[in-house]
């Protein structure tokens, strides 16, 4: 089946770096994504990456894929006031196609 | 390029009536998906229509229903409102690309039912 979970909380102090963590069950995912989700606003797509990758960096995001552990995580350098938002992890199942979310990590930052 | 639009913002019923919310989605893309979001449950897949057909389903009664237009606008329909089903309902658009699809989200529906 086809599952995704993530820590509910996380808090850091501004200028810091943020790690959020999510894990996967469907071995055969093909695309693993985050979303940023605003207070009283829909998801934004922050950034993706193909299964066969391990790596991508775009600015401040980075992405890591352990395909093995099924363990994807979003690394948030000099975290700002302006990222606190709820990020979402999810993955396109490869048997369903369908786009499967995590419950969604509330990230707290801390003047 | 305009971003998804869905409308109402926000609705409020009350148990036993039906409600359609619309969503058009960003110009060129032709595949729309729809999503329920509670605290409870989290962030679960209603149904995706693509050229006006339905192509994947989730686990939803069949209360929960939709369709697609040729403009590739989108309506989702509940019928026999309950109270669970208060929720933000969210729609998403696809440009398909090498296979690899990137939804973009709108900003979504509040539907409270009283």
């Known amino acids: 089946g086809e599952d995704v979970e993530q820590s509910l909380f996380l808090s850091v102090r501004e200028g810091d770096s943020s790690v959020i963590n999510c894990t996967y069950t469907d071995s055969s995912s093909t695309y693993l994504y985050w979303y940023k989700q605003e207070p009283g606003a829909g998801l934004q797509l922050l950034t993706y990456?193909?299964?066969?990758?391990d790596m991508k960096q775009d600015q401040r995001l980075t992405v890591l894929l352990n395909k093995k552990d099924k363990h994807l995580s979003l690394r948030i350098a000099d975290t700002q006031t302006g990222d606190s938002a709820i990020y979402f992890c999810a993955e396109r199942g490869g048997a369903t196609n369908k786009l499967i979310f995590g419950t969604g990590t509330l990230l707290a930052v801390q003047p | 390029k305009a971003g998804v639009t869905q409308t109402p913002r926000y609705l409020i019923k009350t148990r036993g009536q039906q409600v359609t919310l619309s969503c058009s989605p960003i110009s060129g893309h032709r595949s729309v998906s729809w999503y329920q979001q509670t605290p409870g449950q989290g962030l679960q897949f209603l149904f995706e229509?693509?050229?006006?057909?339905?192509?994947n389903k989730g686990n939803f009664p069949g209360r929960f229903s939709g369709r697609q237009f040729s403009n590739s606008r989108s309506e989702m329909n509940v019928s026999t409102l309950e109270l669970g089903d208060s929720a933000l309902y969210l729609c998403?658009?696809?440009?398909?690309?090498?296979?690899?699809?990137?939804?973009?989200f709108g900003p979504g529906t509040r539907l409270l039912v009283l």
């Open positions: 998403a658009s696809s440009l398909l690309a090498g296979g690899h699809e990137t939804q973009y």
């Open positions: 229509y693509f050229s006006e057909t339905q192509r």
């Open positions: 990456i193909f299964s066969n990758m």
